[in-house]
């Protein structure tokens, strides 16, 4: 055989074609592997998910209080005054879509809201009878009169709001917003979620609405139930001194760092887990002092409404959410309303019954909520969202009692604190409140104005996986500047 005159080495024939091309490819795959494997490490993944980080500029707001009103509150019989709907009573909609809502054979005519409205605060915006607490505070809210969406299903309705997308697997807005500025308090989780506590479960879609998607598994919501134990299993055994603890701990670390690095496709959930026992471990601590409410005045307790047996569930998760966000976590998320159609604001039949009983139980609390964060200085600091998945239609749902169906083409929120300004409306629907007509306002916009508010570019929060950097807006949005203070 042939020797190299430079090494000695024999020369070896030339590589046969098909294993020459299969050898080549291979080195290719390797390095578009570690190509999404640098792009990995600049996400954050090999980093650490919840170190504080520096918005993308100075944003008014810190953190975030999202209150959730579960099932689709009307737009009509809350904030969005229609007296159109009372002159013309029973009239049909021309050219109305039975297969708008959901239940296409119950379509009947016009609705008047069964609630009076009247005008309040400086900026005279129109209120529902049913929040005579928050009527007080509408020179605070900026409202937002032109959202739509684009599902008339609760599920994936209550996604896209969430995630962005309408089917699962992605991060929430909470997951984002901790993913671009980490946490405040590293003995308190960055994302809180509280659902309704009335035995109602959680809404529809479950804990998909508080995922991390493929962002870290420790930026995922974590739920506290406000009603029993908030944390389940948190509490240390009486028989384990605290040393004895944090050797197990170490142990567990070290063990399951030896499992993770054969755990492949699973090794991000794995990964998660870890981190959540290192949280539940400093969380012993601070958690129960975040969520004891003994500390607070009687007069604060009253202005929220602890002791009423109609609202004190939802006003001990307003108070605990001010008390989280005062310690540094990010982003706290209550839910009004459970899964079922008449255990949330999703008032198919009787929407006078069903809209002000869950009115009962908000009202107040919220009120309280931004007042109290005004008293203390954190207002301006803490941005606080209103809203649902979508509204109900202006037209009748029939039966003994009539109620509304869904509708994804108009639907109120309103934000208020963070940098935003108070006493304004952005967007319009038409006369019946049926379609968003001006300056419309799309839940990427939403999203959009969410970030903006604390300092992140939406088109520049991304994460690389599969290939492509996604974001929580997708590939549109627009910041709503005009509510910006």
Request: glycine share 12%.
């Amino acid at each position: 055989m042939p020797r190299d005159p430079l090494s000695a080495a024999p020369i070896r024939a030339a590589l046969p074609r098909r294993l020459a091309l299969s050898a080549c490819g291979g080195g290719l795959g390797m390095l578009g592997l570690a190509g999404l494997l640098a792009d990995d490490a600049r996400a954050g993944v090999a980093d650490d998910p919840l170190a504080p980080r520096p918005p993308h500029f100075a944003g008014r707001a810190k953190r975030v209080i999202w209150l959730f009103i579960n099932g689709g509150p009307s737009q009509v019989d809350t904030f969005d005054h229609k007296p159109e709907l009372a002159r013309r009573a029973g009239e049909p909609i021309a050219g109305f879509d039975p297969t708008t809502g959901f239940f296409a054979g119950s379509v009947g005519g016009l609705l008047p809201s069964p609630f009076a409205f009247r005008q309040h605060g400086q900026s005279g915006a129109w209120v529902s009878e049913i929040f005579p607490h928050l009527a007080g505070q509408v020179d605070r809210m900026a409202f937002l009169k032109g959202c739509w969406t684009d599902s008339n299903n609760h599920a994936p309705a209550l996604l896209r709001m969430n995630t962005g997308y309408t089917r699962v697997g992605f991060p929430c807005a909470g997951s984002w917003v901790t993913y671009g500025l980490g946490s405040e308090n590293r003995d308190l989780p960055g994302f809180v979620v509280m659902v309704d506590t009335k035995g109602r479960g959680m809404p529809k879609g479950y804990a998909q609405n508080w995922s991390a998607g493929f962002l870290p598994g420790a930026l995922q919501g974590t739920s506290i139930d406000t009603a029993g134990t908030p944390i389940a299993n948190l509490a240390r055994r009486a028989d384990m001194s605290d040393p004895e603890q944090r050797s197990l701990f170490d142990l567990a670390a070290r063990l399951n760092g030896r499992h993770r690095a054969a755990a492949g496709a699973e090794a991000d959930a794995l990964e998660a887990r870890i981190e959540s026992y290192e949280l539940a471990y400093r969380m012993q601590m601070a958690a129960p002092e975040g969520l004891d409410l003994a500390a607070e005045s009687r007069e604060t307790l009253d202005l929220y409404g602890i002791d009423d047996p109609t609202c004190g569930h939802f006003a001990r998760q307003c108070l605990i959410a001010r008390r989280l966000v005062e310690r540094g976590v990010r982003f706290v998320q209550i839910y009004s309303g459970g899964e079922e159609n008449q255990k949330s604001w999703d008032g198919h039949a009787d929407i006078r019954g069903n809209h002000a009983g869950f009115a009962a139980e908000t009202d107040r609390p919220i009120a309280a909520l931004l007042e109290d964060l005004h008293r203390r200085g954190l207002l301006d600091e803490t941005l606080v969202v209103w809203g649902g998945e979508f509204g109900r239609l202006p037209v009748a749902q029939k039966g003994d009692q009539p109620g509304r169906d869904h509708n994804p083409h108009a639907f109120t929120m309103w934000l208020a604190g963070g940098g935003v300004k108070g006493g304004v409306t952005h967007g319009a629907t038409d006369e019946f409140g049926f379609r968003a007509v001006e300056q419309r306002t799309s839940v990427n916009d939403v999203h959009a104005t969410i970030l903006h508010l604390l300092g992140l570019d939406h088109t520049r929060l991304t994460f690389r996986t599969s290939g492509r950097d996604f974001r929580l807006t997708d590939v549109s949005g627009e910041v709503l500047r005009p509510i910006l203070a």
